[in-house]
């Protein structure tokens, strides 16, 4: 773990960002699933990620293996859920996690939700939240065996996504 690095991406970095987003949307559809198969993500979604400080990647030494975009407070969708989150205060939504197809089955997406997380008690929020499709199973394990809570529906595109959150403790 300690030649992983969790960082801002850079515009230069589009490229290589794409290009695992894009083993990502192919691995997707590979599952069975609807995710990502519309034309989203796509370049231009990168690159207002980065252009908005949102766009983060891990590395390992120097290779991107991963990226993630990761916002403050700003997700309209989360405004209407089907359900009920289990905080109103301060959130850290993530969106778009893809990792590395070299880099598959070493915990690496797990790894992003702790550098989220870390990166969220640092700002001194408490609530982090995210979604996913009804049929990304990775995702949805993940989700469970980092401790998340399904708190009901969001909508994108017109399109229902399971939605979750956790509520961090400050360790001192």
Same mark, same amino acid.
């Given at each position: 773990?300690?030649?992983?690095?969790?960082?801002?991406?850079?515009?230069? *970095?589009?490229?290589?960002?794409?290009?695992?987003?894009?083993?990502?949307?192919?691995?997707?559809?590979?599952?069975?699933?609807?995710?990502?198969?519309?034309?989203?993500?796509?370049?231009?979604?990168?690159?207002?990620?980065?252009?908005?400080? *949102?766009?983060?990647?891990?590395?390992?030494?120097? %290779?991107?293996?991963?990226?993630?975009?990761?916002?403050?407070?700003? @997700?309209?969708?989360?405004?209407?859920? *089907?359900?009920?989150?289990?905080?109103?205060?301060?959130?850290?939504?993530?969106?778009?996690?893809?990792?590395? @197809?070299?880099?598959?089955?070493?915990?690496?997406?797990?790894?992003?939700?702790?550098?989220?997380?870390?990166?969220?008690? %640092?700002?001194?929020?408490?609530?982090?939240?995210?979604?996913?499709?009804?049929?990304?199973?990775?995702?949805?394990?993940?989700?469970?065996?980092?401790?998340?809570?399904?708190?009901?529906?969001?909508?994108?595109?017109?399109?229902?996504?399971?939605?979750?959150?956790?509520?961090?403790?400050?360790?001192?």
């Amino acid at each position: 773990m300690m030649n992983y690095h969790f960082r801002k991406a850079e515009i230069s *970095e589009i490229s290589q960002i794409w290009n695992i987003l894009q083993q990502a949307i192919v691995r997707r559809k590979a599952d069975g699933s609807n995710q990502w198969q519309d034309g989203y993500p796509n370049p231009e979604v990168v690159q207002n990620d980065i252009k908005k400080g *949102e766009g983060y990647v891990l590395t390992d030494r120097k %290779t991107i293996v991963g990226y993630c975009a990761v916002v403050v407070n700003n @997700e309209p969708a989360y405004k209407k859920i *089907e359900g009920k989150w289990l905080t109103n205060d301060d959130f850290i939504v993530f969106h778009r996690l893809a990792i590395s @197809e070299k880099y598959l089955g070493k915990g690496l997406a797990k790894m992003i939700f702790k550098f989220i997380e870390d990166f969220a008690i %640092t700002n001194n929020i408490l609530s982090v939240k995210a979604d996913t499709n009804y049929d990304n199973i990775a995702m949805l394990k993940i989700f469970e065996k980092s401790g998340y809570t399904y708190c009901g529906e969001v909508y994108f595109r017109g399109s229902p996504r399971k939605a979750f959150e956790k509520v961090l403790h400050k360790t001192f």
